[in-house]
């Protein structure tokens, strides 16, 4: 009996195997898998020595477009010797020599299975396989598409098994419209005078969104600040990665692109300003804001303050933008105030 002989032999014996496996192992340590149910790819050549299975996503399973899809499955050919014999992997959204089909990712190969060896050999222990599809990719199909594993071997060309899947239906934001964005100061119409101390004045307000996370992979309610200590609390991500201020233009320079960029969200890198004293664009100082608690607890610092110097503003009718960008959704949100900036001839300190 030759060598191959024999292992095919041991490959259809091996199913009860497998079967007492599965019951005390890992769950992707099933029923033994058919020799032969990988088929030739546009280049396969040989007999249909393949074996393996695709284990996630299963058939027919609903998937989130919203999020990144895992791939994983395991794969060998059971005449290489001392290795698996798969050297490459891709993942495509139809048939591969289907002018419509696309490649959504390539695969890891070689990954790790002491089960697969356990069940058919120690040589084919390294036979995992593993591929993540952009959420972008996704939202690219419709309908319920039918996703191509191709397989690569060094000398039998590509092979192949498929898989349907089904998109779940997007879910009902129940706030569409956040963030919430507002400015508290300055208020619609205000004088501020250009003699104000220090040549500072404070633009102040509050962020949030109020939606919850669906997919902790790719949302989150923001870093908050574990590490403060002001008001004897740590500040909470308020669902808020950024707020950026315009003046006279909605897309004009941001005055502060990314604000807080070194502790964003709930920090927002300065103190609460009190008559327009204190320390400026101190790191790790949540920005507290009263109006913002009404929302919740959890909203307690979701503030934003921007000390600019208006001497640096033309005296007359000026209109600031505000745009929060929410982490959850990615979606952005902009409120906006006019106010006049009064020259130095007016010196009482206004407001």
Same mark, same amino acid.
């Given at each position: 009996? /030759?060598?191959?002989?024999?292992?095919?032999?041991?490959?259809?014996?091996?199913? *009860? *195997?497998?079967?007492?496996?599965?019951?005390?192992?890992?769950?992707?340590?099933?029923?033994?898998?058919?020799?032969?149910?990988? +088929?030739?790819?546009?280049?396969?050549?040989?007999?249909?020595?393949?074996?393996?299975?695709?284990?996630?996503?299963?058939?027919?399973? !609903?998937?989130?477009?919203?999020?990144?899809?895992?791939?994983?499955?395991?794969?060998?050919?059971?005449?290489?010797?001392?290795?698996?014999?798969?050297?490459?992997?891709?993942?495509?959204?139809?048939?591969?020599?289907?002018? @419509?089909?696309?490649?959504?990712? @390539?695969?890891?190969?070689?990954?790790?299975?002491?089960?697969?060896?356990?069940?058919?050999?120690?040589?084919?222990?390294?036979?995992?396989?593993?591929?993540? &599809?952009?959420?972008?990719?996704?939202?690219?199909?419709?309908?319920? %598409?039918?996703?191509?594993?191709?397989?690569?071997?060094?000398?039998?060309?590509?092979?192949?098994?498929?898989?349907?899947?089904?998109?779940?239906?997007?879910?009902? =934001?129940?706030?569409?419209?956040?963030?919430?964005?507002?400015?508290?100061?300055?208020?619609?119409?205000?004088?501020?005078?250009?003699?104000?101390?220090?040549?500072?004045?404070?633009?102040?307000?509050?962020?949030?969104?109020?939606?919850?996370?669906?997919?902790? *992979?790719?949302?989150?309610?923001?870093?908050?600040?574990?590490?403060?200590? =002001?008001?004897?609390?740590?500040?909470?991500?308020?669902?808020?990665?950024?707020?950026?201020? $315009?003046?006279?233009?909605?897309?004009?320079? %941001?005055?502060?692109?990314?604000?807080?960029?070194?502790?964003?969200? *709930?920090? +927002?890198?300065?103190?609460?300003?009190?008559?327009?004293?204190? @320390?400026?664009?101190? %790191?790790?100082?949540?920005?507290?804001?009263?109006?913002?608690?009404?929302?919740? !607890?959890?909203?307690? $610092?979701?503030?934003?303050?921007?000390? &600019?110097?208006?001497?640096?503003?033309?005296?007359?009718?000026?209109?600031?933008?505000?745009?929060?960008?929410?982490?959850?959704?990615?979606?952005?949100?902009?409120? !906006?105030? /006019?106010?006049?900036?009064?020259?130095? @001839?007016?010196?009482?300190?206004?407001?």
């Amino acid at each position: 009996m /030759n060598g191959r002989t024999h292992r095919f032999r041991v490959l259809a014996g091996i199913a *009860a *195997a497998c079967v007492a496996v599965s019951s005390v192992g890992p769950s992707f340590a099933q029923t033994a898998p058919t020799l032969g149910s990988w +088929l030739s790819g546009p280049d396969g050549q040989g007999p249909r020595t393949i074996v393996g299975r695709i284990e996630a996503p299963r058939g027919g399973q !609903s998937i989130n477009a919203a999020s990144n899809l895992l791939v994983t499955g395991w794969a060998a050919d059971t005449t290489a010797t001392g290795w698996a014999g798969i050297d490459g992997a891709e993942v495509w959204n139809g048939a591969k020599d289907n002018s @419509s089909s696309t490649k959504l990712a @390539s695969a890891i190969v070689g990954q790790a299975r002491p089960d697969v060896g356990d069940a058919i050999g120690s040589t084919f222990v390294n036979s995992g396989f593993s591929a993540v &599809i952009p959420s972008s990719a996704l939202q690219a199909l419709t309908g319920s %598409p039918t996703l191509y594993v191709y397989l690569h071997t060094p000398g039998k060309g590509t092979w192949y098994k498929s898989v349907g899947v089904s998109f779940a239906a997007a879910s009902t =934001l129940p706030y569409p419209n956040d963030p919430v964005i507002v400015i508290s100061r300055p208020q619609d119409g205000m004088n501020i005078t250009q003699k104000q101390v220090t040549n500072k004045f404070s633009f102040n307000g509050y962020a949030l969104d109020r939606n919850p996370i669906t997919n902790p *992979a790719t949302q989150t309610l923001g870093p908050g600040c574990p590490g403060c200590t =002001l008001f004897n609390t740590g500040a909470r991500g308020a669902g808020v990665g950024s707020v950026t201020l $315009y003046m006279d233009s909605p897309k004009g320079d %941001p005055i502060f692109p990314n604000f807080g960029a070194a502790c964003s969200t *709930a920090c +927002l890198g300065t103190q609460v300003l009190v008559a327009n004293k204190g @320390s400026l664009n101190v %790191p790790g100082k949540p920005q507290a804001s009263i109006q913002s608690g009404s929302y919740g !607890s959890q909203y307690n $610092y979701s503030g934003w303050s921007v000390p &600019i110097n208006p001497t640096l503003l033309a005296p007359g009718p000026h209109t600031l933008y505000v745009t929060a960008t929410s982490s959850i959704t990615g979606q952005q949100s902009t409120a !906006s105030v /006019n106010f006049m900036v009064l020259d130095f @001839s007016h010196q009482r300190i206004q407001p």
